[in-house]
């Protein structure tokens, strides 16, 4: 039986798009970024953050020293991302050249679909704020709600709030002012989506930000 050229034509349309379709919703187990400007250099990559569960955007914040990095999927150089603009750009699969990467700490976003990445300054981090105000969370991973528990060197308001993982508030507590000493308050979750998010305490002088798992 004889196929016409124009069917062989949609035919092979329809096999590329269904092709194109399934390679950009790749869900890729991890994302790194990795190159001399990284603390491993290229051996070691650095582990980035899935914003949102299932999601392809992720995220991280580092220190960076003056140098070259890319991105690359499920630690290994099948699929990597590399393009020759910084803050910004498009990174491309196809052998694409090292990002430059001026020396700084940032918050850098990626997006593992469209190859797009951000490198944004990041204030600087405040460990020594740590243990000063000795945030912890409980439980760490939390669903439903979560103790915050601190200690307040001096009387001061608090203000504690989650962000996810690109600065943006999700849930917050309205600011309490408290008395020096070991305090703690609770923090309901309903309505936060499960992933990665950020705990942030803020005094009138010091801040603390702590990892938390929501599933």
């Known amino acids: 039986m004889k196929i016409s050229t124009l069917k062989l034509s949609a035919l092979l349309a329809f096999l590329l798009s269904a092709t194109m379709s399934m390679?950009?919703?790749?869900?890729?187990?991890s994302i790194g970024i990795i190159g001399t400007?990284?603390?491993?250099?290229?051996?070691?990559?650095?582990?980035?953050?899935r914003t949102v569960a299932g999601g392809h955007d992720w995220a991280y914040t580092m220190t960076l020293t003056a140098g070259e990095a890319k991105f690359r999927a499920n630690n290994d150089w099948t699929v990597s991302w590399g393009a020759n603009t910084f803050p910004t750009g498009t990174g491309s699969t196809q052998n694409g050249p090292n990002i430059p990467v001026t020396a700084g700490r940032y918050l850098i976003k990626f997006n593992d679909q469209t190859g797009v990445y951000s490198f944004t300054v990041a204030a600087a981090a405040k460990s020594s704020n740590d243990a000063i105000l000795k945030m912890a969370l409980a439980p760490n991973p939390a669903?439903?709600?979560?103790?915050v528990a601190y200690e307040l060197p001096a009387a001061s308001n608090a203000v504690i709030e989650v962000q996810n993982l690109l600065g943006q508030r999700v849930q917050?507590?309205?600011p309490v002012f408290q008395a020096a000493g070991a305090r703690e308050q609770q923090l309901s979750l309903a309505g936060v989506a499960p992933g990665i998010y950020l705990v942030q305490l803020k005094t009138a002088d010091l801040t603390q930000t702590t990892r938390l798992v929501v599933e």
């Open 143 to 147: 669903s439903g709600s979560l103790r």
């Open 37 to 49: 400007a990284t603390p491993g250099a290229w051996t070691t990559e650095t582990g980035m953050t």
């Open 172 to 174: 917050a507590l309205a």
């Open 23 to 29: 390679a950009q919703t790749t869900n890729y187990t």
